[in-house]
């Protein structure tokens, strides 16, 4: 059973316009996200984290938030631009270790 | 020099066949990781190295064989494939053992296809 899970798996958006793209996790261990981005044949590349002290972190466009109670966390992109097009997957580790836990991605198309 | 690199980028190989993936990388970094990402699946963690010591194998068969020389390299043999393990084989490699110490770099992958 998946331990990490998102749920869209695509999100189309106008250029401009807030991008929202959603996680949801089972493990109560879980103590740091991150979220990767993706273009295709290319590896994954980070983008954003968040520990479990903290239910918000914001790097320029980019913000996530963290809900504990309900095991979910969010990344939004304000305002979505077309090299934003990307699957973009959501990790989580235990006890802050390097064990990543993914998601299965959501692809995000932003329309120009 | 990109920070991780892997070779080769495609490969096709039967079932009884041996190869090799080579992943290095240029970022000094201590911990190297291989992924295993299938179609419409999340990516899976196959192997953690970190200082060149395995300390996980995540219920990977014995047909995957890893092998990290020094901290730069990291390499999976392949023996005996099923048509199964056709997928897309990522390699990361990050600074520490914590994920607060730095993210995990990842390489652009290998494509697999077993026939």
């Known amino acids: 059973d998946q331990q990490v899970k998102q749920n869209s798996p695509s999100l189309s958006v106008q250029e401009g316009r807030i991008s929202i793209l959603n996680c949801d996790y089972t493990?109560?261990?879980?103590?740091?996200f991150l979220w990767y981005k993706k273009y295709p044949a290319e590896g994954p590349t980070f983008l954003i984290s968040?520990?479990?002290?903290?239910d918000k972190n914001e790097d320029g466009r980019f913000t996530v938030f963290l809900n504990k109670s309900a095991k979910h966390l969010s990344l939004h992109i304000v305002p979505s631009q077309p090299g934003d097009s990307a699957v973009y997957f959501c990790?989580?580790?235990?006890?802050?270790?390097?064990?990543?836990?993914f998601g299965g991605g959501t692809r995000l198309m932003v329309k120009p | 020099e990109t920070g991780v690199t892997q070779t080769p980028r495609h490969l096709v190989m039967g079932m009884t066949n041996k190869k090799s993936l080579k992943c290095e990388q240029h970022?000094?970094?201590?911990?190297m990781y291989w992924y295993k990402q299938s179609a419409k699946k999340p990516l899976e963690l196959m192997f953690v190295?970190?200082?060149?010591?395995?300390?996980e194998n995540n219920s990977v068969p014995s047909r995957f064989s890893p092998e990290c020389p020094n901290s730069s390299h990291l390499f999976l043999h392949l023996h005996t494939l099923q048509p199964e393990d056709s997928a897309l084989y990522l390699c990361?490699?990050?600074?520490?053992?914590?994920?607060?110490?730095?993210?995990?770099?990842f390489g652009d992958g290998t494509r697999l296809s077993i026939l």
């Open positions: 990790a989580a580790s235990a006890n802050a270790g390097n064990m990543l836990t």
């Open positions: 968040i520990s479990s002290i903290k």
């Open positions: 190295y970190n200082f060149k010591e395995q300390t």
């Open positions: 970022l000094g970094h201590n911990a």
């Open positions: 990361a490699s990050s600074q520490g053992t914590g994920v607060r110490d730095q993210p995990q770099h």
């Open positions: 493990n109560s261990m879980f103590d740091y």
